[in-house]
């Protein structure tokens, strides 16, 4: 039996009539979380987007533990275990922090939501406390913790966070990405974006940095934390983390 | 006494039919944010529809049935054909389709089954009872049934896992996405349920009401009052609509008849003006809470540390 992995193979994909990203592969295998670096415009979003069924590439393919998600809508790689963690949240600001949660094991019905709900407060405690506040009135660090939890309330298999820090102060990111961590130790596979890549790379397995659509750099995080480039550009000159 | 209780027990009639066409745009308001001009022409419809197939010697239950589901099929067709297209517009556009749709589906309505107001036969036959002191038709009494049974339905829906992905859809179609929802199914079920629900007020209203094609405008409006009025949710929209006929019915026995749409007009009005405050004093109040809650940290019991 082959190992879980979500595997992208030699995506193209853009808006219009220009291309984002030119031929990206990547792998992620369950119980590994892989940060993905780049600045801004560099094609990360757009990457999550098409692992997530948002965007339709223009060629290329993304499997998860080997079945094909080409062609499938959201909804349906929602069930094939791909939960996405999208830069706005996406969460429903008129609906409780409860409804959000129990609309993200939507597909599994109300008695999975019951299950799946006490996994979620061991995960991020602060939510049991904010059950019945409307998701629009949170502050940033709740926010994130609803989106994160409403995401794993699918129970996936494979987990792509884009942007999670954004917004947050340096103590939110780092517990926040502590749980992540926590998350993959338990088998989930997760591809993290992140800008803040010295607290990524410090939970991360492996990394890539993504440059004008092109997987420029990748490796083993501890290996990217001592690349000159990487250093320069996105550990402000610090090779240490 | 009598005269009191006859306007009241007429405004309560009133305010449950505003209470079913407010319903019908509170629900496409839920799923979709657009606002469902199309409601009063599916009332029509309704009253129409019912009463040209009776006249061909239908009996009453299967005409119903054929009239209800043609009210969905045919909002269906304009949903693929039409809204879909227009669900990423802006609120403006949409707005001007639906109400370009609505005129055109009057127009419709009158080329099939004529200009002429027409009416129902009662659906509980029998002479008039006597409330308080007031006369009150059968028929009546069942407007107000029914209407308890249907806003109790919608209002337990609303509640259901069904019902909150219907906000969710409206709320963030990608985030809707994202947990599995399907938006645009979830968006045409729900617009199908509120033009059934439109064509099944005709149906009630039509023995106490004759409508014509040209009906369909101001009843549409009666229910948008109603529902702006009431937040757009179920249980306000009800309220504001028994509110709304209440007071129709009290200005036209006090007063005037003339002057009852004018009052219901102006009460819109001023309560749009009035929410606008409101909705700015919200935002500012806001704005300083999520000052002041910035980052609250995760307590040390979390298994993130």
């Known amino acids: 039996m082959n190992a879980p992995v979500l595997q992208i193979s030699d995506l193209v994909a853009g808006y219009g009539a220009a291309d984002v990203l030119h031929g990206i592969d990547l792998h992620v295998g369950g119980g590994e979380v892989v940060c993905l670096l780049g600045s801004n415009g560099a094609g990360k979003t757009t990457l999550a987007r098409c692992v997530a069924g948002l965007l339709k590439p223009r060629s290329g393919s993304v499997t998860a533990d080997g079945d094909r998600l080409d062609g499938l809508a959201p909804s349906q790689r929602v069930r094939r275990g791909i939960a996405l963690v999208p830069e706005d949240r996406g969460l429903f600001g008129g609906l409780t922090v409860a409804d959000n949660l129990e609309l993200g094991g939507f597909r599994h019905g109300r008695r999975h939501a019951v299950d799946r709900l006490p996994l979620v407060m061991d995960i991020f405690p602060p939510l049991a406390s904010l059950l019945r506040r409307s998701a629009g009135t949170l502050s940033g660090g709740e926010q994130q913790m609803t989106a994160i939890g409403r995401a794993l309330m699918a129970d996936p298999r494979y987990l792509v966070l884009d942007e999670p820090s954004l917004g947050l102060s340096p103590g939110m990111t780092r517990q926040i990405l502590k749980a992540m961590r926590a998350l993959a130790d338990d088998g989930i596979g997760i591809v993290l974006i992140e800008q803040n890549a010295a607290l990524a790379l410090g939970v991360s397995d492996r990394a890539a940095v993504i440059q004008r659509g092109r997987i420029a750099v990748t490796g083993s995080a501890r290996t990217l934390m001592s690349d000159p480039m990487v250093i320069h550009a996105y550990l402000g000159g610090r090779g240490s983390v | ?305």
Not at chain 2, 108 to 119: K, T
Not at chain 2, 127 to 149: D, E, H, N, W, Y
């Open chain 2, 1 to 305: 006494m009598s005269e009191t209780a006859q306007f009241l027990i007429t405004g309560v009639v009133a305010g449950a039919a505003y209470a079913l066409l407010s319903l019908t745009w509170a629900l496409v308001r839920k799923v979709s944010g657009q606002l469902f001009f199309l409601s009063g022409s599916m009332v029509v419809l309704g009253v129409l529809g019912t009463n040209a197939l009776t006249e061909r010697g239908w009996p009453m239950a299967p005409a119903v049935v054929v009239v209800v589901a043609s009210a969905g099929a045919v909002t269906f067709a304009v949903d693929v054909l039409i809204l879909r297209r227009i669900a990423r517009q802006t609120e403006l556009s949409g707005t001007l389709v639906m109400l370009a749709l609505a005129f055109a589906m009057d127009e419709l309505l009158s080329l099939g089954f004529g200009p002429e107001p027409r009416q129902l036969a009662p659906a509980v036959p029998g002479p008039p009872v006597s409330f308080l002191g007031a006369s009150l038709q059968r028929q009546q009494l069942l407007i107000v049934a029914a209407t308890a049974v249907l806003i109790t339905a919608l209002v337990l829906a609303g509640r259901s896992r069904w019902g909150k992905a219907m906000r969710a859809c409206a709320e963030n179609p990608t985030g809707a996405m994202l947990v599995g929802i399907h938006p645009t199914a979830v968006r045409t079920v729900g617009l199908i349920i509120a033009a059934a629900l439109g064509a099944l007020s005709g149906v009630l209203l039509g023995p106490v009401a004759a409508m014509g094609a040209s009906s369909g405008f101001l009843l549409s409006l009666k229910g948008f009052i109603a529902a702006a009025l009431g937040g757009w949710g179920f249980l306000g929209a009800t309220v504001a609509g028994l509110f709304l006929g209440l007071t129709e019915s009290l200005t036209a026995g006090y007063i005037s008849s003339d002057l009852k749409d004018v009052v219901s007009l102006a009460l819109l009005l001023l309560v749009l003006l009035g929410k606008d405050s409101i909705r700015l004093r919200r935002r500012v109040r806001n704005v300083r809470v999520s000052d002041d809650r910035r980052e609250a940290p995760l307590p040390s019991h979390s298994v993130t540390d």
